[in-house]
């Protein structure tokens, strides 16, 4: 389902947020990633060797530290009878405390995407790069550069180009035969042009539209044949439908597929925001009318429609960070549900002393799970659209849009 895949990509975010922001004291943080392919016996026997090789380390506490999290990991590692199929990442070591203190973290996590290759680094930072690619692998586009003596199709999955098929055009040359009038050697030519593009057509039909999460379609070469070749109707509709745009490009090889991802990049980035930018603007024109027509922002008043079933749309910025935190004070007795910054320590409204935390949850988590209950649907907004960023700054990052006027009901 949509929304908990998008809840999934917001904790697999946040997570990642998390971890780019650690620091080691010392170069003891550790990052292993193990591919799909790879054999538990195999890694279990390379962190052997590092672990004889970490003996070495100069420094006491860093040498402890290494081997501590060399331990962690193949502990962790034992309780899996073979690698997922995705892969493995762990990212365990001592983290930075402030002063000479050091806090262990360790974290082993299930990657969405396969792993594709073995990498273990000892650092004073965790290495996230092959994660982060993961988040932005998530639209698939098809790429068809082409001019009347060649065509090449592939995809464009995140920043990565697959080649899928390179056609050559059998459109015979500029010289005509004997005997042949110029008037029946332009229709040769022109027969042969549709052929040509009717079996590029076919491809691109053969091999697009079996394509998992396909967004669109992008047309490059370098003349006006690209241009035909879009309009008229050698995609099928459905392709035909999805096509971004006609980009120039010089080749109609690898290299111009690499063109055209350059040469679209700008349009494909506008185009993501394109549907958050509406969505806003749904709530825009909702807040511009007469008490604020159907639009409700605010985390309490938010907070309120939802637990009423009254929301139709929620909006959540991920910029968004606070946690909601349940607790009981043990000075005073109060207790109850507060939503507090993540990095704020939580005071009890009554008393001012600290209370105990009973349970606390990420209010995005909090959120998902209240909307879930009433069928409302949650759409996660960036904050790289100026509408996005309105969300955060001006409406703390929460809002909705109605089923119906709340008013004194
Ligand atoms: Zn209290």
């Not at 591919?35 to 006491?60: C, F, G, H, M, W």
Request: proline share 3%; with cysteine.
């Amino acid at each position: 389902m949509a929304r908990s895949k998008d809840l999934a990509k917001y904790e697999f975010k946040k997570q990642l947020e998390e971890l780019r922001n650690v620091k080691g004291r010392a170069t003891e943080l550790i990052s292993l990633y193990v591919p799909p392919s790879r054999r538990i016996s195999d890694v279990t026997n390379y962190l052997k060797n590092e672990y004889a090789q970490s003996s070495n380390i100069k420094s006491r506490t860093t040498r402890k530290n290494v081997m501590w999290a060399i331990e962690s990991i193949t502990g962790r590692l034992k309780t899996f009878k073979e690698v997922p199929e995705n892969g493995l990442v762990f990212l365990v070591g001592h983290k930075s405390g402030g002063g000479d203190m050091t806090v262990p973290v360790s974290h082993v996590i299930e990657p969405p995407e396969p792993i594709s290759t073995f990498m273990y680094r000892c650092d004073s930072r965790f290495y996230l790069d092959q994660l982060e690619d993961m988040l932005a692998e998530k639209e698939v586009y098809g790429l068809i550069v082409i001019d009347r003596g060649e065509a090449t199709l592939g995809t464009l999955n995140g920043k990565r180009i697959d080649v899928l098929k390179n056609i050559e055009s059998r459109i015979m040359g500029k010289h005509r035969q004997g005997g042949q009038s110029a008037q029946r050697f332009e229709r040769l030519i022109e027969i042969a042009a549709h052929e040509y593009y009717k079996k590029v057509g076919d491809l691109a039909n053969e091999v697009f539209l079996g394509e998992e999460g396909l967004k669109g379609v992008l047309i490059g070469g370098p003349g006006a044949t690209k241009d035909t070749f879009a309009e008229k109707d050698y995609l099928h509709h459905e392709l035909k439908k999805m096509i971004v745009g006609t980009f120039d490009t010089g080749y109609t090889d690898e290299s111009g597929l690499r063109e055209l991802m350059e040469n679209a990049s700008k349009t494909l980035d506008d185009l993501s925001i394109v549907k958050e930018k509406t969505l806003m603007k749904r709530f825009f024109e909702e807040l511009r009318k007469p008490d604020g027509g159907l639009s409700c922002y605010g985390e309490n008043e938010v907070r309120t429609a939802l637990e009423r079933g009254a929301v139709d749309m929620l909006l959540i910025s991920e910029g968004l960070s606070k946690l909601r935190i349940a607790f009981t004070c043990d000075d005073c007795g109060e207790s109850g549900s507060l939503t507090v910054a993540v990095d704020k320590t939580l005071k009890c409204p009554k008393c001012g002393s600290e209370p105990d935390i009973d349970s606390e949850q990420d209010i995005v988590n909090e959120m998902f799970d209240v909307a879930d209950s009433y069928g409302t649907s949650i759409e996660m907004i960036s904050m790289d659209s100026e509408e996005g960023e309105m969300l955060m700054k001006a409406f703390g990052g929460l809002a909705a849009i109605l089923r119906y006027r709340m008013g004194d009901t």
